[in-house]
Structures are given as structure tokens and as C-alpha cells.
């Protein structure tokens, strides 16, 4: 079998065709200055994949490492792909307050925002670490612990900072499944990001945690397709060689779902481009 990383998507079954890829970390997950010698991979990655758009959005912690003259640079000498500045903003109640007034400081610089709940009531860690995190469910509620945590997406969205909802039902990540119904806790939070026109990313990232699905589930998916907010696609790679991963069963979710564009940020402005011919 061949893995996803290394299949072209014009391989990809089915008709729809994946161009980019909105949600990735050059930077991994500690601070690591943009130079060429950091980015360059992620451009060859691209063009080997067949895609002709992608955004940085390292997480926001690290923004002391974004140079916006490098990724000039680099869009010089990749003048066939689209390469978009962005930024994962987080709930951080640490170092979030400073991620903040750096997005609003460098806002006009910045093509494309990202709002991520990564905390929940402990501020000292992610509870999407795996395995460690899961810690964070243990003996808990977990309808209240997802009631929360829309909660926390919501009070994202009304930040006005972000242009996209990242992995929206990442609460999921370690399998835990709500008793009731949260639909309603759902439509509420997908109403809110329709009323600011925000955008959600479909991820393929569940599909490398225990939880082993697609971000959002298909319900949110339906659910979002009613209300017409758009779509961006992304791998949340945190190596180069992670970029598009899964992107061939991607395809097919975006075909079974009818979806026939995929948008792309400018400068914070929109454009939907289509991938499905349907
Ligand atoms: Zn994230
Ligand atoms: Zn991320």
C-alpha cells in the first residue's frame, strides 16, 4: 500500500481534487526562526504533492520566530505556489495575551488567522497532549467537559481575531464521547461562526490520534454544510513530511459530502475555489 504522504493527489479516487493545505507548524513545537533552510522543504513538499497553496500558522506562542521578510523571500523563489502567513492562535491563559496583541500588531502582514481551543480548566497543559492529556477526562463529565469546551470555541470565534475554527471538535482526541444529544451546543456554536462569517477546517490530523476520525465528525460536516460556512483543508503537519498527509482519504470525504469548494485567505480575504466537479 502506498502511504498518503507519498501518493500525488491527482491519484486521489474519486473526482475531487485538494490544492492546499491551511494549517501547518514550520516551527514544530518549539521556537525556531523562519530561515530558508526551515521553509524551503515545506515549498518542495508542496510541489511535490500537486498542491499550489499553503499557509504557515505556527502556533502563537512561538510568533517571536515569524519573519514575514522570510516568507517574501521564499515566495520569490517559489513563484508557482501560494504561500500564505498565518498564525495559530490558542486559549492559552498564559502566553496567549501576548499572541494577541502580536496578531493585532502584525494583523495587515497576516493572511490568514486560525482559533484553536487547546486548555480547559488546567493551564498548565494542552489537553490535546497524547497521551497525557486524557488525564484531563478522567472520573470528569464528559457532556460538561464538551459543553465547556464549545463554550471556549465560541468565545474564540467572538474574538474578531480569527479567520478559520481549527480542529472544531478536537475535544474528542482521546475518544471520549458526550451521552447526550450536543446537537444543540453544536448548532449554537455553528450559528455563532456563520453570524462572522468565519470558516472551519476539515483535519486530518483526528485521523492520526487515538480518537482516529476526521475533525469535525460528520454530523458537524452536515450540520455546517446547512448553515453554507466554508471549508478550508489542512494537515496540521508539524514536519514537512507530514504535509497533505491523509489528503487522498480527505478527498473522498469531500466528495461523499458534496462539498465543491475549498476556500483560501488573502490578507484575511476570501475566495473559494473549486474541487469537486459534481
Ligand atoms: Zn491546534
Ligand atoms: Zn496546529
Not at 495587515?108 to 480547559?120: A, E, I, M, Q, T
Not at 469531500?254 to 490578507?267: A, L, M, Q, W
Request: charged letters at 25%; proline letters at 5%; glycine letters at 6%.
Amino acid at each position: 500500500m502506498i502511504s498518503s504522504a507519498t501518493l500525488p493527489l491527482h491519484q486521489s479516487a474519486g473526482p475531487s481534487l485538494l490544492f492546499s493545505d491551511y494549517h501547518t507548524h514550520p516551527q514544530g513545537h518549539r521556537l525556531q526562526p523562519y530561515t530558508q533552510a526551515l521553509l524551503q522543504p515545506w515549498a518542495d513538499s508542496a510541489r511535490e504533492l500537486g498542491l499550489r497553496d499553503i499557509a504557515f500558522t505556527d502556533h502563537d506562542r512561538y510568533y517571536a520566530g515569524i519573519n514575514f521578510d522570510e516568507i517574501d523571500r521564499l515566495r520569490e523563489k517559489n513563484p508557482n505556489l501560494k504561500i500564505r502567513a498565518g498564525i495559530e492562535l490558542d486559549n492559552d491563559p498564559i502566553h496567549s495575551a501576548a499572541g494577541r496583541k502580536w496578531i493585532e500588531q502584525h494583523w495587515n502582514r497576516l493572511d490568514f488567522v486560525l482559533g484553536s481551543v487547546h486548555f480547559l480548566n488546567r493551564a498548565d497543559q494542552m489537553f490535546d497532549s497524547v497521551p497525557a492529556g486524557a488525564e484531563q477526562f478522567e472520573g470528569r463529565d464528559i457532556d460538561a467537559i464538551y459543553t465547556d469546551y464549545f463554550r471556549r470555541v465560541h468565545e474564540m470565534a467572538a474574538t474578531g481575531l480569527v479567520d478559520c475554527l481549527a480542529h472544531l471538535d478536537l475535544v474528542k482526541i482521546h475518544g471520549h464521547r458526550p451521552n447526550a444529544e450536543i446537537d444543540a451546543v453544536v448548532n449554537e456554536t455553528l450559528d455563532f461562526i456563520r453570524s462572522r462569517n468565519l470558516a472551519v477546517e476539515l483535519s486530518t490530523a483526528g485521523w492520526r490520534k487515538p480518537v482516529d476520525e476526521l475533525y469535525p465528525a460528520d454530523r458537524i460536516i452536515e450540520l455546517a454544510i446547512e448553515r453554507r460556512i466554508p471549508f478550508t483543508t489542512a494537515s496540521d503537519a508539524h514536519s514537512h513530511l507530514q504535509l497533505g498527509d491523509n489528503f487522498p482519504r480527505l478527498a473522498q470525504k469531500v466528495s461523499i459530502f458534496k462539498i465543491r469548494g475549498v476556500c483560501v485567505f488573502e490578507k484575511h480575504k476570501r475566495n473559494v475555489r473549486v474541487v469537486c466537479a459534481i
